[in-house]
């Protein structure tokens, strides 16, 4: 009885999810001013299509069934940013910041950079990416653009301190470098109790520059089950589970951490508003459930440096396949994830 309740419990949440995506192309208006985003490859839309670095997909089969065709998007349509973004009412996909210009960024901006992390030196071994602290200094550059636009500066803080800020980020500093000794030293350093602390601690502080800017609605998306991804069920042996249980155990020690530095950001900061979206539980949920009938694997091989090939074929059932490649969840996932975590941040808006 309690898997057919959970069973018709994620059926109807997948339903209500697809019945919002359509509502609000017919509201007209958006629950917030603007969109501000944060974040990796997960929900980068084009910031690393200029830098010289392996991690790009600006190039089919990316894209395949986005409406504007490859971007950059690490994904065969739509992210988790641009699912949530359309249920906030956005009539357009916010700009990456690579682009964004003049009014737009009025709307919103993303700053996502695939392979990118908390740490500065996450993911380097691919090439240049945008690290968060300089995501955030980027974010400041739009807030000078901002300022300038509604001609002054507390003018532009009332403005922010309305906007929507989503982060997603951190799954690569462990697969783009504590898991990855032979380009980087961090496991030889910290135990990984020691580095989710360090992780934390560096996190924290750059929220609270953050919101010394003007944020103050702000969620922070938890990392998500990494070990029951394809590329982590390749590389290291599952011992008869369905996924890498020492990979997501580690996981969970920042995740854990991050959502008592939500506690903390919410009693310190006053008329701030901050939550923890638990992206584990969300994930985890749905690749057990038996009423998300999609298969646990990738529909799109990518090459030795873990990123695509360019012109290779997908598989033609995308819409039966939970993840994109060996890491990125595929457009149909993120339908679903999108939906449940705008379900769970609406307390915010």
């Not at 084009?46 to 069934?65: E, H, Q, R, V, Y």
Request: glycine share 8%; proline share 4%.
């Amino acid at each position: 009885m309690a898997g057919r309740r959970t069973k018709l419990h994620l059926l109807g949440i997948f339903l209500l999810t697809l019945a919002s995506l359509k509502q609000h192309c017919v509201d007209g208006e958006s629950k917030v001013p603007c969109y501000f985003i944060f974040g990796d490859s997960l929900v980068d839309s084009g910031n690393n299509n200029n830098l010289p670095t392996f991690a790009k997909a600006n190039f089919l089969p990316n894209g395949i069934d986005f409406p504007e065709g490859p971007t950059g998007r690490f994904c065969n349509g739509r992210t988790i940013a641009d699912v949530i973004g359309e249920l906030l009412g956005f009539d357009n996909f916010i700009p990456p910041f690579a682009t964004a210009n003049g009014p737009e960024i009025l709307k919103g901006v993303n700053y996502a950079s695939g392979s990118a992390g908390i740490r500065n030196e996450t993911g380097k071994h691919l090439g240049v990416n945008i690290d968060l602290s300089t995501q955030l200094q980027n974010h400041q550059v739009t807030i000078s653009h901002i300022v300038d636009l509604l001609g002054s500066k507390d003018s532009a803080t009332q403005y922010l301190n309305q906007c929507f800020y989503l982060f997603v980020i951190g799954s690569n500093d462990y697969i783009a470098n504590y898991f990855l000794s032979q380009s980087y030293n961090t496991s030889s350093l910290y135990t990984l109790e020691q580095y989710a602390q360090v992780l934390i601690e560096e996190f924290s502080q750059q929220i609270m520059n953050l919101s010394k800017s003007g944020a103050r609605k702000v969620v922070l998306s938890g990392i998500g089950p990494v070990g029951c991804t394809p590329g982590a069920i390749a590389s290291s042996d599952t011992n008869g589970s369905l996924c890498v249980d020492w990979i997501n155990n580690a996981i969970n020690l920042f995740n854990n951490r991050l959502e008592i530095l939500v506690n903390q950001l919410n009693c310190e900061l006053t008329g701030a508003q901050f939550i923890y979206l638990n992206t584990y539980g969300i994930v985890s949920e749905l690749i057990t459930s038996p009423a998300f009938q999609i298969k646990i694997d990738m529909c799109y091989k990518l090459n030795l440096y873990g990123v695509s090939n360019r012109w290779e074929l997908p598989c033609e059932d995308r819409n039966l396949h939970f993840f994109w490649d060996a890491i990125h969840p595929s457009e149909i996932a993120n339908k679903v994830i999108g939906g449940l975590s705008y379900l769970a941040l609406r307390k915010i808006l």
